[in-house]
Nanobody, 123 residues
Framework: VQLQASGGGLVMAGGSLRLSCTLT????????MGWFRQAPGKEREFVSA????????IHADAVKGRFTISRDAGKNTVHLQMNNLKPEDTAVYYC?????????????????WGQGTEVTVSS
């Protein structure tokens, strides 16, 4: 199983970015997918996750109403649409895959991790 994240970059506060994560696996459609982030000097934290069907999503309180997670099973890709970005959103964002079907905020539940993509929000 391989995960490839993309879409990071530098954006002004209030701007938007869309992250994507492509998973290569024989049974992608059954994996819950999640996004986590780690800011400099801080611990990794949960951002968003989505059920393998795409029908259930969960978001951290810090991003609710601003971030949306979605998935395109036909293309084995998960997206994280990030709007109204704030400087505190600056971090390296990682996508992860969980072999169970239910999305979770617990990093230990995830079996596979991508390499991360950097997001910088300037004020």
């Amino acid at each position: 199983v391989q995960l490839q994240a993309s879409g990071g970059g530098l954006v002004m506060a209030g701007g938007s970015l869309r992250l994507s994560c492509t998973l290569t696996a024989p049974t992608f459609s059954t994996y819950a997918m999640g996004w986590f982030r780690q800011a400099p000097g801080k611990e990794r934290e949960f951002v968003s996750a989505i059920r393998y069907t795409g029908r259930t999503t969960i978001h951290a309180d810090a991003v609710k109403g601003r971030f949306t997670i979605s998935r395109d099973a036909g293309k084995n890709t998960v997206h994280l649409q990030m709007n109204n970005l704030k400087p505190e959103d600056t971090a390296v964002y990682y996508c992860a895959a969980d072999r169970t079907t239910v999305p979770t905020a617990y990093a230990d539940n995830y079996d596979f991790w991508g390499q991360g993509t950097e997001v910088t929000v300037s004020s």
